[in-house]
C-alpha cells in the first residue's frame, strides 16, 4: 500500500501531531495518536500484502496468495530485507507446484535475504532438498535434509524428513 518510506514519514508527523495533543491537555486523542504510530511502525516491519499472502496461502488459495504477492510492485525498494525473504518463500512454495527450477532460485534467494523463524528455515531446506532429489542430486539433498532436521526444533517436519531420507536411500 505505502512505501517503506512513507510508513516512517507518517509515523513520525503522527508523533508529532500525539506530543502535541499531549501538550494541549488532549489525554485521549494523543494516546489515539500514539497507538496509531504503532500500526504504522508494525506496518513497516510486517508488509501488509505479505500478511494478506500468508492469511490466503493458509486457506490453500495458491491463486489468491500470487495475487496479493504480485500487487508488491518492486520488492527490492518497497521491502525490507526479511520482507525480501518472505516474499521469495511465498513465491518458491507458489512455484514449487508448477517449475522447480524458479522455486529452487526463490527459496535460495530467501535463504540469503534471511527468514525470521527456524521453521521457516527448515521447511525452505526441506524444499530444497526435495528439488535436489528430483534432480538427482544426492549429496545435496542429504546435507539440506540434515539442516533441515537440526533446525526443526518442535518437530513439525519429522515425517518429512524420515519420508525423504527414505527414497534418498533408493536414489
Given at each position: 500500500m505505502f512505501n517503506k518510506n512513507l510508513k516512517i514519514v507518517v509515523a513520525i508527523l503522527i508523533f508529532g501531531?500525539?506530543?502535541?495533543?499531549?501538550?494541549?491537555?488532549?489525554?485521549?486523542?494523543?494516546i489515539s495518536l500514539i497507538l496509531l504510530v504503532g500500526i504504522f511502525i508494525f506496518l513497516y516491519f510486517r508488509n501488509e500484502f505479505i500478511l494478506l499472502a500468508f492469511l490466503k496461502?493458509?486457506?490453500?488459495?495458491?491463486?489468491?496468495?500470487?495475487?496479493?504477492?504480485?500487487?508488491?510492485?518492486?520488492?527490492?525498494?518497497?521491502l525490507i530485507q526479511k520482507q525480501q525473504g518472505?516474499?521469495?518463500?511465498?513465491?518458491?512454495?507458489?512455484?514449487?507446484?508448477?517449475?522447480?527450477?524458479?522455486?529452487?532460485?526463490?527459496?535460495?534467494?530467501?535463504?540469503?535475504?534471511?527468514?525470521?523463524?527456524?521453521?521457516?528455515?527448515?521447511?525452505?531446506?526441506l524444499s530444497l532438498a526435495g528439488i535436489a532429489m528430483q534432480k538427482r542430486r544426492k549429496r545435496e539433498a542429504t546435507t539440506l535434509l540434515n539442516q533441515?532436521?537440526?533446525?526443526?526444533k518442535q518437530n513439525m517436519l519429522t515425517d518429512q524428513i524420515k519420508m525423504m531420507q527414505q527414497q534418498l536411500k533408493r536414489i
Open positions: 501531531w500525539a506530543i502535541y495533543q499531549f501538550i494541549e491537555g488532549n489525554i485521549g486523542n494523543g496461502m493458509r486457506k490453500q488459495d495458491f491463486e489468491g496468495t500470487e495475487k496479493w504477492l504480485d500487487k508488491i510492485k518492486n520488492p527490492e525498494a518497497a518472505y516474499y521469495n518463500y511465498i513465491k518458491g512454495i507458489i512455484n514449487s507446484q508448477r517449475n522447480l527450477t524458479v522455486a529452487e532460485k526463490h527459496f535460495k534467494l530467501a535463504l540469503k535475504l534471511g527468514l525470521t523463524m527456524d521453521y521457516d528455515i527448515a521447511m525452505t531446506k533441515a532436521k537440526k533446525l526443526d
